[in-house]
């Protein structure tokens, strides 16, 4: 502590010696131009010295002092000529007086802009430090893995690939395996946080590998995705990848960057992850139970209903049997009994009637309950069905558009219904776009008034559309084009429509894909009867 004390003093005592040194200096260099100047016979423009005076004085003098020097040194100039030669008419004189004095306002002038610009530069040179300083603060101190990293090499080989022909990168990739580890080779970490060490697993070991090769799964496609948002020029990239950690743990992780429009600017790209592992196993382990829940529910409810509808229809039906037995046998007989055959066919009418009209309750019984109708916003039940199936358009990379409406539509209904439905149809939209190319996976709901009693709330999709075979039977019960389907779905949900008065189409839009329109009573089919 005591040697800098006295080192900062020494480097006072050296800045006081040599402000006075300059002083000195510019003061006795003055006085001789004067001198000269005024009382001797030399005839040239000898006051333009008084320029050293000022750029000497300059660096010990505040702008105010440079300008009252300079004003002085023009006076003094100014002095000298008329003592020299009066008011006599001597145009060489008056010449070298006016180059003087240009010299010395023109050098004032830029002194004076020269130390504006050098304050200038000072206050933008302590900006940018503690603009570094709060930026080194927050990069060392998030709890977010942050790397900066070198991307300028592997940048300059991605675009010489470009330079040569090459258009599609994941296709170069395929037919040359080498690419990769090139690309992982040329990117160079320059300095990391405690959170991305602890990510990898380096919280006591200091800066890991200057690559990031050891920590990069070897069936991860994200490395590959990255690579192509450099290569097509895009600021901004966000994947979920998997990271292999120091002891061998597989980590999944969110990993975003944005690039630089200047291409120097790759050598400092801030790379940000956050480790979703254990949410993503927690979801997944939520997800399995949920869908075992309901393969359960469905299970015991197709149980249930099988069960109940067995009882009630096996009287009915043999019942039937038994009367159409009885119907042959009255043909039979030589010669037929016709009163007989008629009695029989009345009898077998009248089991079917009680046959259908069992079904037609057990229908009402699972359509019909005692829930309340109450005004539903349908712009708001899509914004929760798309909160709820998020993780699925996620999941599979689906997009969820909804055209814009011209004012807000509701319509009084059950609203569990009407969400079941929707999510029937998004479910079975998002599952139709698997085979699709992941640019178009989309789903487009739009939202219509259709008359003064009815809106249309319609779900498009850009997979393979239905076919002419599965569109005959697209809404009969068990039937279904899935490997695990029951086909309950869709029936089910135009059963929910029709009871509360309203319908389900579904098509195929003329531009692809299939379209399903829910056709929903504005009031509640009941409240109008």
């Known amino acids: 502590?005591?040697?800098?004390?006295?080192?900062?003093?020494?480097?006072?005592?050296?800045?006081?010696?040599?402000?006075?040194?300059?002083?000195?200096?510019?003061?006795?260099?003055?006085?001789?131009?004067?001198?000269?100047?005024?009382?001797?016979?030399?005839?040239?423009?000898?006051?333009?010295?008084?320029?050293?005076?000022?750029?000497?004085?300059?660096?010990?003098?505040?702008?105010?002092?440079?300008?009252?020097?300079?004003?002085?040194?023009?006076?003094?100039?100014?002095?000298?000529?008329?003592?020299?030669?009066?008011?006599?008419?001597?145009?060489?004189?008056?010449?070298?007086?006016?180059?003087?004095l240009a010299a010395i306002t023109i050098t004032c002038a830029l002194i004076l802009r020269n130390e504006t610009a050098?304050?200038?530069?000072?206050?933008?040179?302590?900006?940018?430090?503690?603009?570094?300083?709060?930026?080194?603060?927050?990069?060392?101190?998030?709890?977010?893995?942050?790397?900066?990293?070198d991307y300028s090499a592997v940048r300059a080989f991605l675009m010489s690939l470009k330079a040569e022909g090459v258009t599609d990168l994941k296709d170069y990739a395929r037919a040359n395996p080498g690419m990769i580890p090139t690309c992982i080779g040329l990117i160079r970490t320059i300095a990391s946080n405690d959170a991305a060490l602890e990510l990898l697993g380096h919280v006591a070991d200091g800066l890991p590998s200057r690559t990031m090769r050891r920590y990069i799964a070897p069936d991860d496609d994200t490395f590959l995705d990255l690579m192509s948002a450099?290569?097509?020029?895009?600021?901004?990239?966000?994947?979920?990848?998997?990271?292999?950690?120091?002891?061998?743990?597989?980590?999944?992780?969110?990993?975003?960057?944005?690039?630089?429009?200047?291409?120097?600017?790759?050598?400092?790209?801030?790379?940000?992850?956050?480790?979703?592992?254990?949410?993503?196993?927690?979801?997944?382990?939520?997800?399995?139970?949920?869908?075992?829940?309901?393969?359960?529910?469905?299970?015991?409810?197709?149980?249930?209903?099988?069960a109940s509808l067995a009882h009630e229809l096996n009287q009915p039906l043999g019942a039937i049997v038994v009367n159409a037995q009885t119907l042959l046998r009255w043909l039979n007989r030589e010669p037929p009994d016709l009163a007989a055959v008629h009695r029989s066919a009345e009898r077998i009418i009248r089991d079917s009637q009680r046959a259908s009209e069992i079904i037609h309750n057990t229908r009402s019984m699972l359509t019909q309950g005692d829930r309340t109708p109450e005004q539903v916003d349908l712009e708001t039940l899509i914004e929760e069905t798309r909160t709820l199936m998020e993780h699925d358009f996620q999941r599979d990379m689906v997009s969820f558009d909804v055209a814009a409406v011209e004012k807000p539509l509701a319509v009084k209904a059950i609203r569990i219904e009407l969400q079941q439905v929707l999510i029937n149809l998004v479910t079975n939209a998002v599952q139709a776009m698997r085979e699709t190319a992941i640019d178009q996976r989309k789903i487009l709901i739009s939202l219509a008034r259709k008359d003064d009693i009815f809106v249309t709330l319609s779900v498009r999709d850009f997979g393979p559309g239905?076919?002419?075979?599965?569109?005959?039977?697209?809404?009969?019960?068990?039937?279904?084009?899935?490997?695990?389907?029951?086909?309950?779905?869709?029936?089910?949900?135009?059963?929910?429509?029709?009871?509360?008065?309203?319908?389900l189409v579904a098509g195929n839009h003329p531009e692809g894909g299939a379209i399903f329109e829910m056709i929903i009573p504005i009031e509640d089919d009941h409240d109008r009867h």
Not at 18 to 41: N, P, Q, R
Not at 133 to 141: G, K
Not at 474 to 502: D, N, Q, Y
Request: net charge neutral; glycine share 8%; aromatic share 8%.
């Open 1 to 100: 502590m005591g040697s800098s004390i006295l080192s900062r003093l020494i480097n006072r005592r050296g800045s006081v010696s040599h402000e006075v040194t300059l002083g000195l200096i510019a003061l006795v260099l003055g006085i001789t131009v004067l001198y000269v100047d005024a009382f001797t016979e030399i005839e040239s423009a000898i006051a333009v010295l008084y320029v050293i005076v000022l750029l000497l004085s300059a660096e010990i003098m505040t702008r105010t002092g440079v300008t009252l020097l300079a004003a002085i040194c023009g006076a003094l100039t100014l002095f000298a000529f008329f003592y020299s030669h009066g008011l006599e008419e001597d145009v060489p004189a008056q010449l070298r007086l006016a180059v003087s």
């Open 230 to 306: 450099i290569f097509r020029g895009e600021r901004h990239f966000e994947g979920k990848g998997n990271l292999v950690a120091e002891n061998g743990e597989t980590r999944l992780v969110i990993m975003s960057m944005s690039f630089p429009e200047d291409p120097a600017a790759f050598s400092r790209v801030v790379v940000g992850m956050m480790d979703i592992t254990q949410r993503e196993m927690m979801q997944k382990a939520i997800r399995e139970a949920q869908d075992e829940l309901a393969r359960a529910s469905r299970a015991a409810t197709v149980g249930t209903l099988s």
């Open 466 to 503: 239905i076919s002419e075979e599965a569109m005959a039977k697209l809404f009969t019960p068990f039937f279904t084009t899935k490997p695990s389907g029951m086909g309950m779905g869709l029936s089910i949900c135009r059963s929910t429509l029709e009871a509360r008065g309203g319908q």
């Open 118 to 149: 050098r304050a200038g530069l000072i206050e933008a040179n302590l900006h940018l430090r503690d603009s570094e300083t709060r930026y080194r603060y927050i990069f060392e101190h998030s709890r977010i893995a942050l790397w900066e990293r």
